[in-house]
């Protein structure tokens, strides 16, 4: 069992930056994936950002690439995902999420979520 607690939402102007953090609960974190998704008032959830269970292997969502980055502390239990250049459109309640190992873009494959933290970007 995996408890996920995200955290560092708020509202920004565009152009600005957050640091959302994840927080997982017990002694197995390091052998899980991590994923981060976004889901905005009426819309599916998307997947936005993915990290293999030894932080190596990484995969972006092609609207985030170059503005976001994803990185793990298996020391810590935590995974962050570094938003820069925000745009409007960035605006969702962000998900953190974990799989065993691998990890995939598809929300149905992963088997933790946590609670959401609100990001909105105003313009």
């Known amino acids: 069992q995996v408890q996920l607690v995200e955290s560092g939402g708020g509202l920004v102007q565009a152009g600005g930056s957050l640091r959302l953090s994840c927080v997982a609960s017990?002694?197995?974190?390091?052998?899980?994936?991590m994923g981060w998704f976004r889901q905005a008032p009426g819309k599916e959830r998307d997947f936005v950002a993915a990290?293999?269970?030894?932080?190596?292997?990484?995969q972006y969502a092609d609207s985030v690439k170059g503005r976001f980055t994803i990185s793990r502390d298996n020391a810590k239990n935590m995974v962050y995902l570094q938003m820069n250049l925000l745009k409007p459109e960035d605006t969702a309640v962000y998900y953190c999420?974990?799989?065993?190992?691998?990890?995939?873009?598809?929300?149905?494959?992963?088997?933790?979520w946590g609670q959401g933290t609100q990001v909105t970007v105003s313009s």
């Open positions: 999420a974990a799989k065993r190992v691998i990890f995939t873009t598809t929300p149905h494959d992963y088997d933790y």
């Open positions: 017990g002694r197995t974190f390091s052998s899980y994936a």
């Open positions: 990290i293999g269970w030894n932080g190596v292997g990484t």
